[in-house]
């Protein structure tokens, strides 16, 4: 199911065939580094892509499968998550390393953040990202999201950055 497209890119559910371009990006140290720190075993990323993403999202919500139209490749996921346990959704991304530094997060972002704000009328929208990420606080910092709080996680050293973006400060900044 195609959800959303951009100039370049194409948001669908995840399809079987995508599953080598998924687990190669899950178990890039690189890709990983901010997202817990370690690249996925092969069997867990095959575990995760099986279990959790083949055929997902089917609805609004959930990271889609992110595809560049020119090559028609996989090449990362994007969305907003709102899992149960959340006061708002959430935008994320993953993006394969080889198509860094082309601004394909961004363009994927604004997409996301368009659809919250517009399509869906949220009132806010939620991103975390590990301290130290500059990639990501760019994109953030760019929209307009601003620092709410942190949370340290001793055991492993990681610190993780709450933002948050308002509608009102996304429509004063459009």
């Given amino acids: ?40 075993p092969i069997d867990e990323a095959l575990r995760r892509f099986r279990n959790g993403y083949v055929g997902r999202p089917d609805e609004t919500y959930g990271l889609w499968a992110t595809v560049l139209k020119e090559e028609q490749k996989y090449i990362g996921a994007c969305g907003l998550a709102f899992p149960p346990n959340q006061p708002a959704p959430a935008l994320g991304y993953y993006i394969a390393r080889p198509y860094w530094g082309r601004g ?43 620092f709410v709080s942190h949370e340290g996680f001793p055991a492993t050293g990681r610190v993780i950055c709450l933002y948050e973006l308002l509608r009102k400060d996304w429509e004063a900044n459009k």
């Fill in 104 to 146: 394909l997060a961004s363009e994927a972002s604004l997409a996301f953040l368009e659809v919250g704000f517009g399509r869906l009328g949220l009132p806010r929208i939620l991103a975390d990202v590990e301290k130290g990420h500059g990639a990501s606080e760019h994109i953030l910092q760019k929209f307009g999201f601003q």
């Fill in 1 to 40: 199911m195609i959800f959303l497209e951009t100039e370049r890119l194409l948001f669908r559910s995840h399809e079987p065939q995508d599953e080598n371009d998924f687990v190669q990006m899950h178990t890039d140290l690189e890709v990983r580094r901010y997202a817990g720190n370690r690249a996925w």
